[in-house]
């Protein structure tokens, strides 16, 4: 007997669609982050609770939502960014579906605080399911908008018992703040557990991208990076970046990858930058790179993954092949580097005679030193074998005629 078709509950829908996009709390940090950045925001804070699991916070100083559009801000494809689907073709923002929030207050109890340039006060509003539950109430406010996200996956179960870790899912989100605050220099980021005052991750607007990887990653790797840039007039991109040089290697590899300022994921790229790293650092270490890639938009297709960390563009075997042989030269330029050090120092002694005389006094030294040595021990292997030859002439090595 044939199933029966059943026309799926609204609800239903939107839960399946929001557990597609968000798939635990670091995607929705993410997608947050973006309407920040869209939003034109220099200062974005986040504060978070339990691993993100009983409450995210996101405040920014962006340009704030209109009272009018409160209403439908949370409703599925709803969006300031996108008109028609051609637009797609030019898209420089990083959102265009208008399915974040909605996604999120489908599985989440979501509050926007917001107020706008030209707004006298800030308004409140509550949402549930992607509707608003009552009619935004006035309040006192700066410019920006807050929004605050209470009880992720409260109504599924399955995926609220799958990220029972705090401790990993805060992490995810530490992870994913530091990436978009060393991408966006000129612009604040911090990011801190709920109730601590002290922040784990915080960056400056006054910062540069090499003051950010500092603060976030460490001295050890940014003393150790080297620049990158990259500009292709045939192939319409333009790269720039930092890579460490083959002096710094870890245990895992630190990819950064922007394209087109959006945070995404390329395992061809990563593959073909480690296969040039393992001719230089040892076995089973990894290098540090972070890489943004501006391509023009008409080339790019963002509409290929429900997260948008994967995208696809136009002649990517190509263009990887380009980044490939930058990186080499790089690398093989800091090499270079190192060896002239070397040069230099050797030079020292070449061309100056007091230095040269005194190297040679020391070489002759240690040459005398290790010539004793060897006499000394030559005398010692020869008396143990004299000493062997008696024994064996007495026969006296035998227990029973001792």
């Known amino acids: 007997m044939a199933g029966i078709i059943r026309r799926l509950d609204e609800t239903v829908v939107n839960r399946i669609a929001a557990g597609e996009v968000i798939q635990r709390p670091a995607n929705a940090i993410k997608e947050m982050i973006e309407n920040c950045l869209d939003a034109r925001a220099t200062n974005i804070q986040v504060t978070v609770k339990e691993g993100g699991l009983k409450l995210i916070q996101i405040q920014d100083n962006g340009t704030g939502i209109r009272k009018e559009d409160l209403e439908i801000v949370c409703e599925r494809f709803t969006t300031s960014k996108l008109n028609k689907f051609e637009d797609l073709a030019a898209i420089s923002t990083y959102g265009f579906r208008g399915e974040a929030l909605a996604s999120i207050s489908h599985v989440a109890h979501v509050t926007i605080t917001t107020k706008t ?8 509003a509550n949402y549930c399911d992607g509707k608003l539950k009552a009619p935004p109430k006035p309040c006192a ?7 605050s996200v209470e009880d992720l996956f409260y109504n599924v179960s399955t995926r609220r018992k799958a990220l029972k870790n705090p401790s990993e899912e805060y992490a995810r989100i530490v992870e994913v703040v530091s990436r978009y605050a060393v991408h966006n220099s000129g612009k604040s980021f911090s990011v801190k557990k709920h109730g601590e005052t002290v922040a784990d991750v915080r960056t400056l607007a006054n910062a540069s991208t090499v003051d950010n990887i500092r603060a976030i990653f460490g001295n050890a790797v940014s003393r150790e990076l080297i620049e990158v840039d990259i500009e292709e007039e045939r192939l319409a991109f333009r790269l720039k970046g930092y890579i460490s ?22 395992n061809a790229l990563k593959k073909v930058i480690e296969t040039i790293y393992a001719a230089y650092l040892p076995k089973n270490t990894h290098p540090f790179l972070y890489l943004s890639l501006e391509i023009a938009p008409n080339n790019v297709d963002v509409n290929v993954h429900p997260t948008k960390h994967e995208v696809h563009f136009l002649h990517e075997d190509s263009i990887i092949e380009i980044v490939q042989k930058r990186i080499e030269e790089k690398l093989l330029g800091s090499n270079a580097s190192r060896t002239y050090f070397t040069q230099v120092y050797a030079e020292k002694y070449y061309n100056n005679p007091l230095y040269f005389y005194r190297f040679i006094q020391s070489l002759f030294f240690k040459l005398h030193l290790f010539s004793i040595l060897i006499i000394f021990y030559f005398c010692n292997f020869m008396e143990i074998l004299s000493l062997s030859g008696l024994l064996e002439t007495l026969d006296i090595d035998k227990p029973n005629q001792i």
């Open 117 to 124: 340039s030209e707004g006298k006060c800030a308004y409140r």
């Open 245 to 266: 040089n083959a002096n710094y290697s870890m245990k895992k590899c630190i990819f950064l990858l922007f394209i087109n300022h959006r945070l995404v994921e390329s």
């Open 141 to 147: 406010g700066n410019q920006g908008t807050q929004i």
